[in-house]
């Protein structure tokens, strides 16, 4: 049987749907090697091998120890080798080493003017070689294509998500579980607990809350060290409860997802950091928590900050809000059944990982074969071109940052944010290339 060797730091297979259904799906068909940097890594089965390399992704330490890195894996002759992220990096050299077919996974976005420039540098250089790219809609793979140098015709697009459960049915856990009175409709909240994910803004939100609904979290990693800071934040929150009891796999949550009557989906970005600039304000497809939602037919809240609200907006999965605030008036429409349809056609038509493995396994037999694989990815791009930036949402997102620089002034007259004021400086040259790109997208779809 043939190998497969993943670079994978990061290393959350059980977290993330989509390397989850991945492997379960190549485990068939070739012997699965999974190299990672996360010291406690879930047992998937017998036929998929983990390997655990502490500081797979730090620069000073690759450049000194590639040589013991690659003995780890010179007695396996990989047919094809797969970096995820930053691993590519890592992937490319056992690749050249072993003039082998090089692919890359991308999860996260990291772009050059919000990156360290060596760092970016590296990553271009080491995507140079590879046979094809997967990303996981036409705009971020459309970004991925001019950041990294990629033709953007060797880009696959496969969105975050994992194949359809078949039949399920509506879920009475999380009110028994959390002691939540039969009476009350549950807004689900699912992932991590952070600035860019909105979630004390949430929290103090459900004061304005009609008395029928109340506020689930479900922490991405269960009891972890981000509970503790949650704990203080929900207190006195009598609509908010906190869920963690620990699902290893994300196909393990239907009950919990099973049991709300909505989700919500935040995201904020800004560009005080590499991966919550950019990567967010086009997150798109590659949302696991938009997905999940939609696999099990629930209906969403969410912001106007990132173009998944162009999706919500334009195929009715859902409600788009301007603020926090405005929750309580999506909450008091009571009228989510108007959309269960919608997120069931949604998912089935775009999302169900089923459409895409014909493709995925034969765009992999064919680089090892070293065939040409342009036509296959074309035809399955084809099964997922959504129109997801043509409309006012993104225009929203482009007047908020405008207004970022309006206020730069203010500011700067406040000397304890003049640090503050360097980042929001680095929006200014970012402001006209967003802009471009819009209408580039628009005319393109």
């Not at 992220?85 to 996260?108: C, H, M, V, W």
């Not at 009557?261 to 497809?285: A, R």
């Not at 500011?411 to 580039?440: A, F, G, R």
Request: negative net charge; aromatic residues 12%; glycine residues 4%.
């Amino acid at each position: 049987m043939q190998s497969i060797l993943i670079v994978f730091p990061e290393g959350n297979i059980e977290n993330n749907p989509n390397m989850l259904s991945m492997l379960l799906l190549l485990y068939d068909y070739y012997q699965i090697y999974v190299v990672h940097e996360r010291e406690k890594q879930a047992f998937i089965n017998d036929k998929i091998h983990t390997c655990y390399i502490s500081k797979l992704c730090d620069n000073f330490f690759f450049e000194n120890n590639k040589e013991y890195m690659v003995n780890n894996f010179k007695l396996i002759n990989f047919s094809l080798i797969i970096g995820i992220d930053q691993g590519i990096k890592f992937a490319n050299f056992i690749a050249r080493q072993n003039n082998t077919p090089l692919a890359l996974i991308s999860y996260e976005l990291y772009f050059t003017d919000e990156w360290e420039y060596q760092l970016k540098k590296q990553e271009i250089e080491a995507c140079k070689n590879i046979a094809f790219a997967i990303c996981q809609d036409n705009m971020r793979s459309y970004l991925l294509s001019g950041e990294n140098n990629i033709p953007v015709e060797k880009i696959v697009n496969i969105p975050i998500s994992e194949s359809s459960s078949g039949s399920f049915k509506r879920s009475t856990y999380l009110h028994e579980k959390l002691n939540i009175p039969s009476n009350k409709k549950i807004a689900l909240y699912i992932g991590s607990i952070s600035k860019w994910s909105m979630t004390e803004g949430l929290i103090n939100s459900t004061d304005f809350w009609p008395d029928e609904w109340v506020l689930v979290l479900h922490p991405r990693y269960g009891m972890d060290s981000s509970i503790v800071s949650l704990d203080e934040k929900v207190k006195g929150k009598t609509r908010v409860y906190i869920s963690v009891e620990t699902k290893a796999y994300t196909y393990e949550l239907e009950e919990i997802v099973c049991s709300a009557d909505l989700g919500i989906v935040l995201y904020d970005f800004d560009f005080t950091s590499y991966n919550s600039g950019k990567n967010l304000l086009f997150v798109g497809l590659s949302s696991g928590k938009f997905s999940i939602f939609m696999k099990y037919n629930i209906p969403i809240i969410v912001n106007n900050n990132t173009n998944i609200a162009d999706i919500v907006f334009q195929y009715n999965l859902g409600y788009v809000i301007t603020n926090l605030e405005d929750i309580h008036l999506c909450l008091l429409s009571n009228d989510t059944n108007f959309f269960h349809s919608n997120c069931r056609e949604f998912f089935s038509k775009y999302l169900d990982f089923d459409l895409y493995k014909s493709s995925i396994l034969t765009i992999i037999e064919k680089t090892i074969l070293n065939e040409n694989v342009v036509e296959i990815i074309n035809i399955n791009n084809q099964k997922i071109s959504i129109k997801n930036i043509h409309n006012i949402r993104m225009e929203l997102v482009y007047n908020r940052m405008m207004d970022a620089i309006n206020n730069l002034d203010l500011l700067y007259k406040n000397s304890l944010l003049k640090n503050k004021l360097k980042k929001v400086l680095k929006v200014l040259h970012l402001l006209e290339p967003i802009k471009t790109l819009i209408n580039i997208v628009k005319d393109r779809n």
